[in-house]
Every structure is written in C-alpha cells, then in structure tokens.
C-alpha cells in the first residue's frame, strides 16, 4: 500500500484516543476566527486544506471543526461509516425551516421518508417532468430580448422556481416568483447566523432579522398549506410531486402515508433544495461559456444538429452529450453545494489521526473538484471535453467528483437537476448566448449553496 493509501484509510474505531490530533492552526477557542470563517468559509476551508494537508484540525468558536480532502475519506465518511454520522450544525439549524424533511431529518424516519418519496423521482417520473421543464425555458426565451441587461442568477432562479413550483406543487408561481423568491431568500437569512453564538438567542428575540425570517416562513407555509389542502379536497389524482408523496403508502413499514406537516416539511425542503441549487449550476454555466466561445460554438453546434430548432424533450437528453459535460464542468468548477459536512457520534480514524465526537467534519467538492492530483494540470480550466473522452469517469477516484454528495444521503434530486438543467441549457442556448456586461463584477458567495452574485449579463441573438 503506498504511503497515499495508508493516509487516507478511516476507520470508525471507538479505541482512537491514543491518535494525534491533525495539524491545524495553532488556538484554541477563538470567537474571531468564527467569524472571520464566517465572512469567507471557502477561503478558509481552501487555506486550510492548502496549509496543512487532507486531514485538518482547527476550530470555529467552542466546537472542533476537522476539514477532510481525500476521495478515500470522503467515502469513509458519506458510505463505509456513514452510520456514525449525523448531519452537520448547518442542516441542524436548517430544522428551524424545515422541520424533519429529508435534508435534516435522520435515522429510521429519514429512512422511511426516503422510501415514500423515491418513487416519485423515478427516471421515468423525472422524463414526464420534461415537457415543463423546457415549457418554461421556452417561456424565458421567448422573454429575452436582443440587447437586454439581465441578471443570471435571478433569471435561473427565476426559472426553476417556476419548474420547482409547477413540477412539486402544481402550482404556476410564474407570477409570484420575485415574492416567493424573496421569501426564500428571507429564509435563508437563518444561516447568515451560522456562526453567530448568540444564534439561538436571536432567534427568540424580535429583533428585524427574525421577524422577516418569521414571515417569510409564515408565507412559504401559506402557499404550501393552501396547495395540500387544494390537493386533498379534489377529487382529480395529479401526478407532479404532490400527488405521488400523498399517495404514497409505507408499504415496507406500517403502511401508512404522510400527515400535512410531514409533506410541508418534504414539499419545503424539496422547494428549498431543488431550486437554488439548480440555478447556481446554470448560472455559473452561463458565466463560464461567456468567457469560453470555443466550448460556447460546440454547444451550438450540437444543439442545432440534435434539435434541429425544435424545443428539447427527454427523448432528446442522450443526444445532447456536450451540453451534459458543459454542466459537469461547470458543477466541477463551481459545486452548488460547496461543503457536505457532518457530526461524528463517535470518535474515530481518519489518515491516522483522531477525529472526535460532536464536531464538525467537512468535505467539501470544492476542493476536491479542482485538486491537480485527480484532475491534472489544468485541473482550474474550463475543458467540458475533458468528459466526453472514453471511460473517463470511471477513471475517476470515487469522490474526486461529487456535486450531489454520495451514500444513503446522496441528493434524490441528482436525475431531475441534470434532467432540468441540460433542457433549460439546450432550450435557452439555442436561440441566445450571453455576454458579461461593461463592468460586470462576478462574485462567488460561499453560503448554504454557492452563488454567482454581480453576473449582469447581456442577451445576444445565436
Ligand atoms: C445541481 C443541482 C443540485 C445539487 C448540486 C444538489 C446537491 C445535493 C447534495 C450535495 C446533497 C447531499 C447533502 C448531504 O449529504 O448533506 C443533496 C441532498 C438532497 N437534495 Fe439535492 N442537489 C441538487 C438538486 C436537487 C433537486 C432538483 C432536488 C429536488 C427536486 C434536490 C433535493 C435534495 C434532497 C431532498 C436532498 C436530501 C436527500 C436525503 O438526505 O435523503 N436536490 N443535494
């Protein structure tokens, strides 16, 4: 075994307590470093990793906070010991929002809510989402206008919100997806005091930022409530997301299905999962073919051939090849969900050192995605070819790629997000491209998912 191999071994053994710390900065408890964490946790995690090697100690005010890099201990902690793990302090402060959906429930509930939901994301379900999936980035591209100033990311988010709103609930939120857009965003303000101590005080209190955070709630649950009920009382089955969850029976346990707040927090969550993420993919993906017209050119090249001007369907999917290794590119390069993090429940061994009960462990596909060891020297360039070469992802280390994590918890969404953003991609990209506007400054912002903040672009005919 080489010397990398046996670093990167874990093992959830309970007799660690002789292991060494890993290295790490040199503190203890620091309420500064919490914060400054705060302010930029990519760069952070990223100097961590770089400073100190694939297993890293440091802290975030009280707790222990270890940073994992390898693809062998990402696998350790997502799959081999994935039962000594909880979610991590940020999904558990998410159940402020969410309550027990399948993001932050655990144990045998997350397991049972697993098996009702699942079927409704079928291959065969997610093809039959297709239609408005590209319905809607028609609707978008109809919008668009030679010449426009748009901002991306709203834009992306805009349309998934709309696909979200019609593909879980039924609902067209078309109209009102500024208003639920900013509730969901409002929402979110809940982890803007993930590393603020005085966090579960704040939330008690009245002061400004919780009381938006309460009302945007309070609305997010008004439309969800209002659709379940609709739902109930008619007498028409509907087969978008809605229906399958309130038809679905526990048929492996006591055969019984969801009571209304059970699918608020699932029909939330989904909601909440299902479309930030997606437009941070897209949004990115539209920054980087702006600097990219090579990739850019093959892109409409492959479109015009395989659609021959036509709106995409499912059946279209496996002829859009390049459009795929655009995305995988771009969620290599800019991974939605940037860190998966978890709590241990017991000690135990990762690359020889002791990792401890009750702190936080991440692994982030940030850094993973662009380490030279797995994806060579040109591991920062945007080369969406680099997928179309033979067997080339299963010459990946596992875990050297994992935008939609991996293990029992691996995002249920992964076949309805490429779905979705392969025919939101190929139906936009067919009739416009987008350039960066005159002075356009994109930011990444490193929160629960990673944003493109500052993308004004404008539209241009293909
Ligand atoms: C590009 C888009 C997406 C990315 C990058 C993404 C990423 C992820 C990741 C990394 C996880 C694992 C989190 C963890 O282990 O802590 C996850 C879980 C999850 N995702 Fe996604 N996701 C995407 C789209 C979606 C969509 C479209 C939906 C639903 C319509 C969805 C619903 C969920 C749910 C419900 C979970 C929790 C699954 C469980 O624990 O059983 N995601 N996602």
Excluded at 243 to 269: K, N, P, V
Aim: with cysteine.
């Amino acid at each position: 075994m080489s010397t990398a191999q046996t670093q990167a071994s874990g093992a959830a053994a309970p007799d660690v307590a002789h292991l060494p710390d890993p290295p790490g900065p040199p503190g203890r408890v620091s309420v500064l470093r919490a914060l400054r964490f705060g302010r930029n946790p990519l760069q952070a995690v990223e100097r961590l990793q770089r400073n100190y090697g694939d297993v890293v100690m440091s802290r975030l005010g009280p707790r222990r906070l270890y940073v994992l890099s390898h693809p062998d201990l990402v696998r350790d902690v997502l799959v081999t010991h994935n039962r000594n793990f909880i979610k991590s302090f940020a999904l558990q402060r998410a159940r402020v929002l969410l309550g027990e959906g399948l993001l932050t429930s655990e144990g045998d509930f997350h397991l049972r809510q697993r098996r009702l939901s699942q079927p409704a994301f079928h291959r065969d379900r997610v093809a039959a989402m297709a239609g408005t999936m590209a319905g809607y980035a028609e609707d978008a591209a109809n919008r668009w206008r030679a010449g426009m100033e748009v901002d991306a990311t709203r834009e992306m988010n805009r349309l998934t919100l709309a696909i979200a709103g019609m593909t879980l609930l039924g609902v067209d939120v078309e109209g009102e997806a500024d208003e639920i857009g900013r509730s969901l965003t409002a929402a979110l303000g809940l982890f803007d005091r993930l590393h603020n101590p005085l966090a579960p005080l704040l939330d008690r209190l009245p002061v400004p930022g919780t009381l938006r955070m309460r009302a945007a709630r309070q609305r997010l649950d008004a439309t969800i409530y209002r659709a379940i009920a609709e739902r109930r009382a008619s007498a028409e089955p509907r087969d978008d997301l809605l229906g399958m969850l309130l038809a679905a029976r526990d048929e492996e346990g006591d055969g019984g299905g969801m009571t209304d707040l059970q699918l608020r927090d699932e029909l939330l969550t989904l909601f909440l999962a299902g479309h930030e993420t997606t437009a941070n993919a897209l949004a990115w993906t539209w920054h980087l073919l702006a600097l990219h017209p090579d990739a850019e050119a093959r892109l409409h090249g492959e479109l015009r051939t395989a659609l021959a001007g036509r709106v995409p369907t499912a059946a279209d999917y496996p002829a859009l090849p390049f459009t795929r290794a655009i995305l995988a590119e771009s969620m290599r390069l800019h991974p939605p969900a940037w860190t998966v993090g978890r709590e241990p429940l017991q000690d135990f061994e990762a690359g020889g050192y002791r990792i401890r009960a009750g702190s936080i462990v991440l692994t982030s596909p940030w850094i993973l995605h662009h380490d030279p060891r797995w994806w060579g020297g040109d591991a920062d360039a945007f080369r969406p070819e680099r997928w179309l070469a033979p067997d080339f992802e299963a010459s990946l280390p596992r875990f050297a790629y994992f935008p939609f994590g991996g293990g029992p918890r691996k995002c249920i969404g992964e076949g309805f997000a490429w779905m979705e953003g392969v025919l939101a991609l190929a139906t936009l990209a067919r009739r416009w491209r987008l350039r960066h506007a005159p002075g356009a400054a994109v930011v990444p912002k490193p929160g629960i998912t990673l944003r493109a903040t500052g993308l004004r672009m404008r539209v241009e005919p293909v």
